[in-house]
């Protein structure tokens, strides 16, 4: 019902920059709030970033001031602008909105397929 497809990862060397895309499509009637998550290799999923429909953002500390997160809510596309890249930021990325689907009633969460960023120091 709702797809997302993410783009941008890679290998970057630490104080690069890398920016992320991901695109919602399906049958689609809104989307509330858009996030970017993140999970390292033995560690749990955490927020990243997250924007409202009406551009109100929210960031974990440890990226407060590198990362940003913009949206296109005309092609419910959510972007983040990754700068001075850490090794510590090493990670699957994840993409999730909260959606309304044609015909019903309820948001739900929905997430991408992950993509792998890697900053080596």
């Known amino acids: 019902q709702v797809q997302l497809v993410e783009s941008g990862g890679g290998l970057v060397q630490a104080g690069g920059s890398l920016r992320l895309s991901c695109a919602a499509s399906?049958?689609?009637?809104?989307?509330?709030?858009m996030a970017w998550y993140r999970q390292a290799p033995g560690k749990r999923r955490e927020l990243v970033a997250a924007i409202t429909r009406g551009g109100n953002t929210n960031y974990a500390d440890s990226v407060k001031g590198r990362f940003t997160i913009s949206r296109d809510n005309a092609k419910n596309t959510v972007y983040l602008q990754m700068n001075s890249l850490k090794p510590e930021d090493t990670a699957i990325y994840y993409c999730?909105?909260?959606?309304?689907?044609?015909?019903?009633?309820?948001?739900?969460?929905?997430w991408g397929q992950g993509t792998q960023v890697t900053v080596s120091s």
């Open positions: 999730n909105v909260d959606a309304l689907v044609t015909l019903t009633f309820v948001f739900k969460h929905y």
């Open positions: 399906g049958s689609i009637s809104s989307i509330n709030a």
